[in-house]
């Protein structure tokens, strides 16, 4: 079934975002894995497979007052389309530098007069001038537009003709594509396993993922969280499980295809996670160990120590002993000695929305052979960014094509096209030097309160307005399974009052926190710095939220007019 291979994609590309699974965080996404992700994900299969149709389709059949639900799922997905390929812009960018050698986020540029390095990637790093310079040429605010960088903006095209010629005659012939999109990441990731598994530090990582904190088990957060990882990951809500459901046989056992998808999702998500902490812990030990020997470096020279008597493993007695031996030397010296913290390194390497084009290629640029590292890393993240946008455009496609208006005057070519040319056009607008900003502004708002509140409406909808009696008598008399007592609980209470309390965290969560905020880049101080919104850039996220959520009473209130109006138009005849 293509959603099998096809669901599990959003999780590597969600690192951008979202944390990394650390021991505290395995035994809530365990959980909510059962009690949300494989019930809702079976619910919108089941749904797809009955009804035989798109999002639209499926949800007027179910009721013709929950036509919005589905055109809600369409919204999203296109504002998802619209920037999520704006990553396989820059993975084609990094792509395409990762054959020069030296890597060119290995070093520092040199400043204009060819005396030192660039001010502003010695205040950070090589990595991270790379990013916010060279990639996204960042304005200081997202007040300070600036123009569309041309590089990105081809970059950006390339991907989107990529995604055009592999969805070329509709969503049917993408199935061959994304079973390799699918699958070539996963030799990637075998033999970035082998290779992290083998580099100095990578037992740090690993130490660090599967060591649980149990003191964050009480916080509620870290269960938000992996609820949040659960329903991104299995792209519940955007209507692509939905479409790729309607091709499958009536008689297929969707539940079964929900299990094992769901149990494949979660086996990548961890799978992924150990090699990326072990590539993480070989990073962090390598600036850790990096960063103890600037310190001994310091005090070698500060206090004409003999060369090699100071060590790692004496370090410590050796700095009190300076400090109450000579005092004021050690004052002096004191503010430039770092805090070297192994600990902290590690927190650090697995936060941040440039995650992927940081952290990951701070680690590759430290590597043998890096060139062919970096090759192998970025590829692998296309063919994942591809097969997540061949997902998100079947849930535009199928409802467009499904549509007789729309299908009689254009054919699926020209249909795919005009989606792809729009999202394109739209999409340059995240290749501006705010466009990174614009990016978060998406990544944050666009998707997760209206995918909360679209699939509890589908809950809902299945249970109380359809019936789950009459849901579970149609899936009996097609795939001849009747429902037993863990679905129709999950179904009909406990799914829903968990999407209920999500959506309560985020208003309250934000109604807590005040004015929205960003983080800004400040090329002057080679860090990010918290900027509050201005107010249009608040309108558009409202705009954003309320563009999807309205659609559901919006298409109810449109339904109840046609219908209020058909049915004067009959009594008038009468």
Request: aromatic content about 14%.
């Amino acid at each position: 079934m293509k959603v099998q291979a096809v669901s599990h994609l959003r999780f590597y590309i969600k690192v951008l975002k979202e944390q990394m699974m650390k021991g505290s965080f395995l035994v809530p996404y365990i959980i909510m894995l059962t009690v949300e992700g494989m019930p809702l994900l079976y619910l919108e299969l089941a749904v797809g497979q009955c009804m035989r149709q798109g999002s639209i389709g499926a949800w007027r059949t179910i009721n013709p007052y929950l036509s919005g639900v589905g055109v809600a799922s369409v919204v999203v997905s296109f504002f998802l389309s619209m920037y999520y390929n704006v990553i396989n812009a820059w993975a084609f960018w990094y792509l395409f530098h990762s054959f020069q050698d030296p890597l060119p986020w290995s070093v520092c540029p040199l400043n204009g007069n060819r005396t030192g390095y660039d001010e502003e990637c010695e205040k950070a790093s090589s990595t991270q001038y790379f990013w916010y310079r060279k990639t996204l040429n960042i304005s200081p605010s997202i007040q300070e537009s600036g123009a569309v960088q041309w590089e990105p903006a081809l970059c950006l095209i390339l991907a989107w003709l990529l995604v055009y010629l592999c969805i070329l005659r509709g969503t049917e012939s993408t199935g061959k594509v994304v079973y390799f999109t699918a699958l070539l990441p996963y030799c990637v990731l075998v033999i970035y396993l082998v290779r992290g598994l083998t580099l100095h530090g990578a037992t740090n990582g690993l130490a660090y993922m599967f060591t649980p904190k149990m003191e964050q088990l009480a916080n509620p957060k870290a269960w938000i969280n992996a609820a949040t990882q659960i329903f991104f990951s299995l792209g519940l809500g955007f209507g692509s499980l939905i479409a790729f459901a309607s091709y499958n046989e009536p008689s297929n056992n969707c539940q079964k295809h929900a299990v094992i998808v769901s149990i494949i999702n979660s086996s990548t998500s961890i799978f992924a996670s150990v090699v990326t902490f072990s590539i993480y812990g070989f990073k962090a030990t390598f600036n850790y160990e990096s960063c103890l020997n600037k310190v001994i470096l310091l005090l070698t020279n500060s206090f004409d120590l003999e060369d090699g008597f100071l060590t790692v493993s004496n370090l410590e007695e050796v700095k009190s002993y300076l400090a109450s031996a000579y005092p004021s030397k050690y004052s002096e010296v004191f503010p430039q000695i770092k805090n070297c913290s192994l600990e902290s390194e590690l927190e650090t390497a697995v936060q941040g929305t440039g995650l992927a084009f940081i952290v990951y290629t701070e680690a590759i640029k430290n590597m043998e052979v890096s060139q062919l590292w970096s090759v192998l890393y970025f590829f692998m993240l296309l063919m994942l960014g591809i097969g997540s946008m061949l997902g998100n455009t079947a849930a535009i496609l199928t409802p467009l094509t499904d549509s007789k208006v729309i299908s009689s005057y254009l054919p699926k070519e020209a249909i795919s096209g005009l989606v792809c040319l729009v999202s394109c056009a739209i999409g340059l607008v995240f290749t501006m030097e705010t466009g990174n900003y614009w990016f978060d502004i998406f990544n944050d708002y666009a998707a997760t309160l209206p995918l909360l509140l679209i699939v509890l409406v589908e809950a809902a909808a299945v249970c109380y307005l359809y019936g789950l009696r009459r849901f579970e008598s149609d899936l009996k008399a097609t795939t001849g399974r009747a429902l037993n007592w863990y679905w129709k609980a999950m179904w009909g209470g406990v799914s829903p009052l968990l999407i209920i309390s999500l959506s309560v965290f985020y208003l309250s969560d934000y109604i807590i926190t005040g004015t929205l905020q960003y983080q800004a880049w400040d090329a002057s101080q080679g860090q990010l710095v918290t900027k509050d919104y201005p107010p249009y850039a608040l309108a558009i996220i409202g705009l954003l939220v309320a563009s999807s959520t309205m659609c559901i009473p919006l298409g109810a209130l449109g339904t109840f007019i046609v219908r209020h109006l058909k049915q004067g138009d009959t009594a008038s005849v009468a």
